[in-house]
């Protein structure tokens, strides 16, 4: 007598493999309406002290790279990375504001991405993340992209 295969169970080990899927995060996509410039070394020394008001660590290092902007907006999302103790760096995401000779002198933390987050905080660093990509910066996570 030959023996029995399950050949439900043979059928079911070949197909399900090929069902799962991969999330892939979309490429950053320029908004059209948007202008991008470098900070200037005035805006930048500005922006650390106010967006350091947010940070527990006062000798917290940003690094800052090109605003994105829509001309004429008083405000502007702004991502970027922030190095404070014992932190490494990680993703921030802001609202900058101009002040009244047109420079982004003041702005706001709204969320810090922890590096080693998990759970609730880990799904919290997936919307910041699509924050940044939408509004033109791409992810900056310097642990890579975030799954949903």
């Not at 932190?87 to 900058?96: D, I, K, T």
């Given at each position: 007598?030959?023996?029995?295969?399950?050949?439900?169970?043979?059928v079911?080990?070949?197909?399900?493999?090929?069902?799962?899927?991969?999330?892939?995060?979309?490429?950053?996509?320029e908004?059209?309406?948007?202008?991008?410039r470098?900070?200037?070394?005035?805006?930048?020394?500005?922006?650390?002290h106010?967006?350091?008001?947010?940070?527990k660590d006062a000798?917290?290092?940003?690094?800052?790279?090109?605003?994105?902007?829509?001309?004429?907006?008083?405000?502007?999302?702004?991502?970027?990375l922030?190095?404070?103790?014992?932190?490494?760096?990680?993703?921030?995401?802001?609202?900058?504001?101009?002040?009244?000779?047109?420079q982004?002198?003041?702005?706001?933390?709204d969320?810090i991405?922890?590096?080693?987050?998990?759970?609730d905080?880990?799904?919290?660093?997936?919307?910041?993340?699509?924050?940044?990509?939408?509004?033109?910066?791409?992810?900056?996570?310097?642990?890579?992209?975030?799954?949903?």
């Open positions: 007598m030959g023996t029995k295969i399950a050949w439900p169970l043979l079911m080990a070949f197909f399900i493999p090929s069902c799962t899927t991969t999330k892939v995060e979309p490429p950053a996509v908004r059209p309406n948007l202008s991008a470098d900070l200037s070394a005035t805006e930048k020394q500005a922006l650390t106010s967006l350091s008001r947010t940070l000798e917290a290092k940003f690094q800052f790279g090109a605003v994105k902007y829509e001309p004429g907006s008083q405000t502007t999302e702004y991502c970027g922030v190095n404070s103790k014992n932190s490494g760096n990680q993703m921030f995401h802001a609202v900058l504001k101009l002040d009244a000779k047109g982004y002198s003041s702005g706001e933390i969320d991405m922890p590096n080693d987050a998990t759970g905080r880990l799904q919290k660093n997936a919307e910041s993340q699509k924050l940044c990509v939408a509004a033109g910066y791409g992810n900056l996570s310097p642990v890579g992209r975030v799954r949903e």
